[in-house]
């Protein structure tokens, strides 16, 4: 080998040298660069190793971990008691026999009659529509018009003493009189005429009241006058005042 190649291998050796030794410098002057950015980046956040502790979220209204707001106790319904009943007892009554329609079919034709009771209707209509008080008498033992107000009196009767006429005592429940004396006379009164009415074809009906073995309310409701009438808006006090009611 001549001097000249020998000298190009020192000089390639030379600066395969260097070479290496900047390729070297550079990669760690790389490392450090790479280092110091995941020093920024994960320097601050905890490692896998630790998790942060996680701090429970502030209990939100209404969650079980607060006390419930307390609530008032639910208010009982009002009892459907005679007292209360009885200012309302006058706006209903019995649906009305008739009787001409009874006599003329043999089944129920209004629809509201069970056919039981209407064949009995259809077998006592002539001599009911001809005044015959013994017709009259069984009907209202066997219709009992009067049976739902059996809660309200000690004991209720009725007759027909006439075709005409129909009579009614009840006798007067203590606690009911205390209440509201006049209303609960009153109230009867007009119930006990409406029912008797719809029963049976008579022109008016005397309801008395007894407390003590003592009349304590006297009264005749003609069926003129309680013909056409609201019941729904009807002072029952007014109305057996003006049908010359006597309230002892």
Same mark, same amino acid.
């Given at each position: 080998?001549?001097?000249?190649?020998?000298?190009?291998?020192?000089?390639?050796?030379?600066?395969?040298?260097?070479?290496?030794?900047?390729?070297?410098?550079?990669?760690?002057?790389?490392?450090?660069?790479?280092?110091? /950015?995941?020093?920024?980046?994960? &320097?601050?956040?905890?490692?896998?190793?630790?998790?942060?502790?996680?701090?429970?979220?502030?209990?939100?209204?209404?969650? $079980?971990?607060?006390?419930? $707001?307390?609530?008032?106790?639910?208010?009982?319904?009002?009892?459907?008691?005679?007292?209360?009943?009885?200012?309302?007892?006058?706006?209903?009554?019995?649906?009305?026999?008739?009787?001409?329609?009874?006599?003329?079919?043999?089944?129920?034709?209004? &629809?509201?009659?069970?056919?039981?009771?209407?064949?009995?209707?259809?077998?006592?209509?002539?001599?009911?529509?001809?005044?015959?008080?013994?017709?009259?008498?069984?009907?209202?033992?066997?219709?009992?018009?009067?049976?739902?107000?059996?809660?309200?009196?000690?004991?209720?009767?009725?007759?027909?003493?006439?075709?005409?006429?129909?009579?009614?005592?009840?006798?007067?429940?203590?606690?009911?009189?205390?209440?509201?004396?006049?209303?609960?006379?009153?109230?009867? &009164?007009?119930? /006990?005429?409406?029912?008797?009415?719809?029963?049976? $074809?008579?022109?008016?009906?005397?309801?008395?009241?007894?407390?003590?073995?003592?009349?304590?309310?006297?009264?005749?409701? $003609?069926?003129?006058?309680?013909?056409?009438?609201?019941?729904?808006?009807?002072?029952? /006090?007014?109305?057996?005042?003006?049908?010359?009611?006597?309230?002892?």
């Amino acid at each position: 080998m001549d001097n000249t190649n020998e000298n190009n291998l020192e000089n390639s050796e030379e600066s395969g040298l260097k070479g290496v030794q900047n390729l070297s410098r550079n990669q760690m002057d790389l490392l450090k660069k790479l280092a110091a /950015i995941g020093s920024d980046l994960w &320097g601050g956040m905890p490692s896998a190793a630790c998790p942060k502790e996680e701090v429970p979220d502030k209990p939100a209204a209404g969650k $079980p971990d607060q006390p419930a $707001p307390e609530q008032s106790a639910p208010k009982k319904k009002k009892e459907n008691t005679p007292d209360s009943a009885i200012r309302s007892l006058w706006k209903t009554a019995d649906e009305t026999v008739d009787w001409t329609d009874a006599l003329a079919h043999s089944s129920p034709a209004d &629809g509201l009659t069970g056919k039981r009771l209407w064949g009995f209707y259809h077998k006592m209509a002539e001599k009911v529509l001809a005044g015959d008080l013994a017709a009259y008498t069984e009907v209202l033992k066997t219709s009992n018009p009067l049976g739902e107000l059996t809660g309200f009196a000690n004991g209720i009767n009725m007759r027909a003493p006439r075709a005409d006429r129909l009579e009614s005592t009840f006798v007067c429940k203590d606690e009911l009189m205390k209440e509201d004396r006049k209303l609960y006379l009153a109230a009867m &009164g007009l119930r /006990i005429a409406r029912d008797l009415l719809a029963c049976l $074809p008579a022109n008016e009906v005397k309801v008395t009241a007894e407390q003590n073995g003592k009349p304590v309310f006297s009264v005749v409701y $003609p069926r003129q006058q309680l013909l056409h009438r609201n019941f729904a808006f009807i002072d029952p /006090i007014k109305l057996a005042e003006d049908c010359g009611a006597k309230f002892e």
